[in-house]
Protein backbone atom coordinates (compact mmCIF):
# COMPACT_ATOMS: atom_id res chain seq x y z
CA UNK A 1 0.00 0.00 0.00
CA UNK A 2 1.38 3.32 -0.88
CA UNK A 3 1.60 6.57 1.38
CA UNK A 4 -0.19 8.54 -1.32
CA UNK A 5 -3.46 6.25 -0.95
CA UNK A 6 -3.38 5.73 3.09
CA UNK A 7 -4.38 9.48 3.89
CA UNK A 8 -7.87 9.39 1.80
CA UNK A 9 -8.71 6.63 3.27
CA UNK A 10 -7.70 7.18 6.80
CA UNK A 11 -9.72 10.20 6.47
CA UNK A 12 -12.51 8.83 5.02
CA UNK A 13 -12.76 6.64 7.77
CA UNK A 14 -12.52 9.49 10.18
CA UNK A 15 -15.28 11.20 8.28
CA UNK A 16 -17.57 7.64 8.75
CA UNK A 17 -16.54 7.72 12.34
CA UNK A 18 -17.51 11.48 12.69
CA UNK A 19 -20.89 10.21 11.19
CA UNK A 20 -21.38 7.48 13.46
CA UNK A 21 -21.32 9.93 16.60
CA UNK A 22 -23.50 12.88 14.87
CA UNK A 23 -26.06 9.68 14.52
CA UNK A 24 -26.49 10.12 18.63
CA UNK A 25 -25.50 13.89 18.51
CA UNK A 26 -27.35 15.65 15.90
CA UNK A 27 -26.01 19.48 16.82
CA UNK A 28 -22.35 18.30 16.05
CA UNK A 29 -21.30 19.95 12.97
CA UNK A 30 -19.72 18.44 9.88
CA UNK A 31 -16.28 17.93 10.01
CA UNK A 32 -14.83 20.34 7.59
CA UNK A 33 -11.09 18.71 7.09
CA UNK A 34 -10.92 14.70 8.78
CA UNK A 35 -7.59 14.61 6.73
CA UNK A 36 -6.25 17.46 9.27
CA UNK A 37 -6.35 15.31 11.98
CA UNK A 38 -4.08 12.96 10.77
CA UNK A 39 -0.43 14.20 12.11
CA UNK A 40 -1.61 16.44 14.30
CA UNK A 41 -0.84 16.20 17.70
CA UNK A 42 -1.90 18.34 20.95
CA UNK A 43 -0.44 18.11 24.64
CA UNK A 44 -4.06 19.37 25.74
CA UNK A 45 -5.51 15.88 24.35
CA UNK A 46 -3.00 13.56 25.89
CA UNK A 47 -2.65 11.20 22.80
CA UNK A 48 -2.43 10.13 19.26
CA UNK A 49 -5.22 9.89 17.11
CA UNK A 50 -8.12 7.53 17.86
CA UNK A 51 -11.31 7.33 18.29
CA UNK A 52 -10.87 8.70 21.90
CA UNK A 53 -9.41 11.90 20.61
CA UNK A 54 -11.73 12.24 17.75
CA UNK A 55 -14.65 12.13 20.74
CA UNK A 56 -12.87 14.85 22.38
CA UNK A 57 -12.75 17.04 19.32
CA UNK A 58 -16.53 16.17 19.09
CA UNK A 59 -16.97 18.05 21.91
CA UNK A 60 -15.01 21.13 21.18
CA UNK A 61 -17.34 20.73 18.30
CA UNK A 62 -20.67 20.86 20.21
CA UNK A 63 -19.19 23.36 22.71
CA UNK A 64 -18.88 25.59 19.74
CA UNK A 65 -22.28 24.95 18.19
CA UNK A 66 -23.44 26.10 21.80
CA UNK A 67 -21.53 29.09 21.78
CA UNK A 68 -20.10 27.43 25.37
CA UNK A 69 -16.65 28.58 25.77
CA UNK A 70 -15.09 25.36 27.10
CA UNK A 71 -11.22 26.01 27.36
CA UNK A 72 -8.94 28.68 28.55
CA UNK A 73 -4.96 29.14 28.37
CA UNK A 74 -5.02 29.26 24.38
CA UNK A 75 -7.34 26.35 24.98
CA UNK A 76 -4.89 24.19 26.91
CA UNK A 77 -7.00 24.03 30.16
CA UNK A 78 -10.37 22.21 29.40
CA UNK A 79 -12.96 24.14 32.44
CA UNK A 80 -15.50 21.84 33.46
CA UNK A 81 -18.20 22.90 30.87
CA UNK A 82 -15.75 21.06 28.29
CA UNK A 83 -16.23 17.90 31.22
CA UNK A 84 -20.42 18.25 31.10
CA UNK A 85 -20.23 18.07 26.96
CA UNK A 86 -18.11 15.21 27.27
CA UNK A 87 -20.14 13.42 29.79
CA UNK A 88 -23.22 13.60 27.24
CA UNK A 89 -20.85 12.23 24.47
CA UNK A 90 -19.72 9.08 26.72
CA UNK A 91 -16.62 10.43 28.25
CA UNK A 92 -15.09 10.51 31.59
CA UNK A 93 -12.14 11.88 33.67
CA UNK A 94 -10.89 11.39 37.24
CA UNK A 95 -12.19 13.55 39.49
CA UNK A 96 -9.39 16.21 40.34
CA UNK A 97 -8.52 18.80 36.89
CA UNK A 98 -5.09 18.60 35.57
CA UNK A 99 -3.20 21.70 36.89
CA UNK A 100 -2.18 22.63 33.38
CA UNK A 101 -5.00 20.73 30.84
CA UNK A 102 -8.02 20.86 33.27
CA UNK A 103 -9.95 18.02 32.17
CA UNK A 104 -8.33 16.89 28.75
CA UNK A 105 -7.29 13.85 29.32
CA UNK A 106 -10.94 11.77 28.93
CA UNK A 107 -11.32 8.13 28.39
CA UNK A 108 -14.53 6.45 26.73
CA UNK A 109 -17.25 4.87 29.24
CA UNK A 110 -18.16 1.13 28.97
CA UNK A 111 -21.17 2.01 27.60
CA UNK A 112 -19.69 4.40 24.69
CA UNK A 113 -17.19 1.58 24.10
CA UNK A 114 -20.24 -0.62 23.21
CA UNK A 115 -21.81 1.90 21.21
CA UNK A 116 -19.01 2.54 19.44
CA UNK A 117 -16.95 -0.38 19.33
CA UNK A 118 -17.90 -1.30 15.51
CA UNK A 119 -16.80 2.27 14.64
CA UNK A 120 -13.54 1.88 16.62
CA UNK A 121 -12.43 -1.30 15.34
CA UNK A 122 -12.92 -0.01 11.79
CA UNK A 123 -10.77 3.44 12.67
CA UNK A 124 -8.06 1.09 14.40
CA UNK A 125 -7.60 -0.87 11.44
CA UNK A 126 -7.12 2.40 9.34
CA UNK A 127 -4.64 4.01 11.43
CA UNK A 128 -2.70 0.01 11.67
CA UNK A 129 -2.69 0.52 8.38
CA UNK A 130 -2.01 4.54 8.10
CA UNK A 131 1.28 3.57 10.96
CA UNK A 132 2.53 0.47 8.22
CA UNK A 133 2.24 2.76 4.80
CA UNK A 134 4.51 5.23 6.53
CA UNK A 135 6.40 3.08 8.71
CA UNK A 136 8.91 3.68 5.64
CA UNK A 137 9.56 7.03 6.24
CA UNK A 138 13.51 7.95 6.71
CA UNK A 139 15.01 9.68 9.39
CA UNK A 140 15.45 11.99 6.44
CA UNK A 141 11.67 12.79 6.34
CA UNK A 142 10.70 16.20 7.77
CA UNK A 143 7.66 15.85 10.62
CA UNK A 144 8.03 19.60 12.22
CA UNK A 145 8.18 21.10 15.08
CA UNK A 146 5.30 18.67 16.86
CA UNK A 147 6.56 15.79 15.78
CA UNK A 148 10.15 16.95 16.82
CA UNK A 149 9.34 17.83 20.20
CA UNK A 150 6.92 15.32 21.24
CA UNK A 151 4.20 18.09 21.46
CA UNK A 152 2.63 21.08 19.63
CA UNK A 153 1.76 22.97 22.72
CA UNK A 154 -2.43 23.47 20.90
CA UNK A 155 -1.67 22.21 17.48
CA UNK A 156 0.32 22.33 14.40
CA UNK A 157 -0.76 25.43 12.47
CA UNK A 158 -1.48 24.80 8.68
CA UNK A 159 -2.22 27.36 5.72
CA UNK A 160 -6.14 28.14 5.39
CA UNK A 161 -6.91 29.52 2.08
CA UNK A 162 -9.78 32.39 0.64
CA UNK A 163 -11.17 32.43 -2.75
CA UNK A 164 -9.44 36.11 -2.89
CA UNK A 165 -5.89 34.33 -2.55
CA UNK A 166 -5.32 35.72 1.04
CA UNK A 167 -4.31 32.96 3.67
CA UNK A 168 -4.17 32.55 7.29
CA UNK A 169 -2.04 29.51 9.14
CA UNK A 170 -4.71 28.04 11.68
CA UNK A 171 -4.88 24.92 13.84
CA UNK A 172 -6.82 22.57 11.81
CA UNK A 173 -9.26 21.45 14.58
CA UNK A 174 -9.95 24.93 15.15
CA UNK A 175 -10.96 25.35 11.66
CA UNK A 176 -13.02 22.31 11.92
CA UNK A 177 -15.08 23.62 14.78
CA UNK A 178 -16.69 26.70 13.28
CA UNK A 179 -15.97 28.33 9.48
CA UNK A 180 -13.36 31.67 9.44
CA UNK A 181 -14.79 33.99 6.97
CA UNK A 182 -12.20 36.45 5.00
CA UNK A 183 -12.82 39.79 5.85
CA UNK A 184 -11.64 40.47 2.05
CA UNK A 185 -14.51 38.41 0.22
CA UNK A 186 -16.63 37.16 2.89
CA UNK A 187 -15.79 33.41 2.21
CA UNK A 188 -14.42 30.88 4.43
CA UNK A 189 -10.67 30.01 5.19
CA UNK A 190 -10.33 26.27 4.06
CA UNK A 191 -6.96 24.07 3.77
CA UNK A 192 -6.09 23.17 0.37
CA UNK A 193 -6.29 19.53 -0.39
CA UNK A 194 -2.48 17.84 -1.20
CA UNK A 195 -2.01 16.57 -4.30
CA UNK A 196 0.06 13.44 -5.01
CA UNK A 197 1.91 13.16 -7.56
CA UNK A 198 1.95 10.36 -9.72
Not at 42 to 50: I, P, R
Not at 54 to 65: D, K, M, N, Q, R
Request: proline share 8%.
Amino acid sequence: MSTTQTPPVLAAELAQAWADIQRYHPELPDLAAPESLIGESSSACGHELSFERLLHEAVHGIAAARGVRDTSRAGRYHNRRFLAIAEELGLDHPEEPHPSSGFSLVTLTPEAKRRYRPTTERLQRALKAHTAATAGDTSRSFRGPAARHGSSGGGVRVKAVCDCGRNVRVVPSVLAQAPIVCGGCGKPFRIPEVVAAS
